[in-house]
T-cell receptor, first 115, second 112 residues
Framework: EPEVTQTPSHQVTQMGQEVILRCVPI?????FYWYRQILGQKVEFLVS????????KSEIFDDQFSVERPDGSNFTLKIRSTKLEDSAMYFC?????????????FGQGTRLTVV | GENVEQHPSTLSVQEGDSAVIKCTYS??????FPWYKQELGKRPQLIID?????GEKKDQRIAVTLNKTAKHFSLHITETQPEDSAVYFC???????????FGAGTTVTVRA
């Protein structure tokens, strides 16, 4: 069964450093998403991406964040200068199309720890 | 924006009993309501979903009900088994944007 895969599974970084979280969506999917979950809190939407551009972003997704699809398979989330409050589990998801009938498939997550 | 509230935050049930998780949503335009199960250390996985043109949906031991007027929807698990132990998330979305707004999650523990 096809899966969304994320690397690394756990990333520890120093405050102020840049991190790149990587995701390989399911191959025939067209819509890509990043969500995050701070420990003990709800899963929050960050950004959606379609046709090589951001289609929607939340207020969390400020100028420190960026997304990119550098090739035909990877979808990355970059945090330019990490803060302690960026520590969270980051989930990538993908779907075939942005329609009612489509399931979003989630990756296993990357746990980001900023120290 | 959409705000989804989920209750209870934790639920402990005896094996074989039923479990019920309730969610409310704020945006009357939301019309898609999935439920995800997340086992420890694993990814969220869709277990059932319901659309606003349906009031109830069932899949074996799992059922979901939707009350559009009251803006709430519920997950029902019957004949619970130890493997049902997990965190369950409800979510809401509108067809025009697949951005999911999640509830805070319910940790379900099934006691053998």
């Amino acid at each position: 069964e096809p899966e969304v895969t994320q690397t690394p599974s756990h990333q520890v970084t120093q405050m102020g450093q840049e991190v790149i979280l990587r995701c390989v969506p399911i191959s025939n999917h067209l819509y890509f998403y990043w969500y995050r979950q701070i420990l003990g809190q709800k899963v929050e939407f960050l950004v959606s991406f379609y046709n090589n551009e951001i289609s929607e972003k939340s207020e969390i997704f400020d100028d420190q964040f960026s997304v990119e699809r550098p090739d035909g398979s990877n979808f990355t989330l970059k945090i330019r200068s990490t803060k302690l409050e960026d520590s969270a589990m980051y989930f990538c998801a993908s779907s075939v199309r942005q329609k009612l009938d489509t399931e979003a498939f989630f990756g296993q997550g990357t746990r980001l720890t900023v120290v | 924006g959409e705000n989804v509230e989920q209750h209870p935050s934790t639920l402990s049930v005896q094996e074989g009993d039923s479990a019920v998780i309730k969610c409310t949503y704020s945006d009357s335009a939301s019309n898609y309501f999935p439920w995800y199960k997340q086992e420890l250390g694993k990814r969220p996985q869709l277990i059932i979903d319901i659309r606003s043109n349906v009031g109830e949906k069932k899949d074996q031991r799992i059922a979901v009900t939707l009350n559009k007027t009251a803006k709430h929807f519920s997950l029902h698990i019957t004949e619970t088994q130890p493997e049902d132990s997990a965190v369950y998330f409800c979510a809401a979305s509108h067809w025009s944007d697949y951005k999911l707004s999640f509830g805070a999650g319910t940790t379900v523990t099934v006691r053998a």
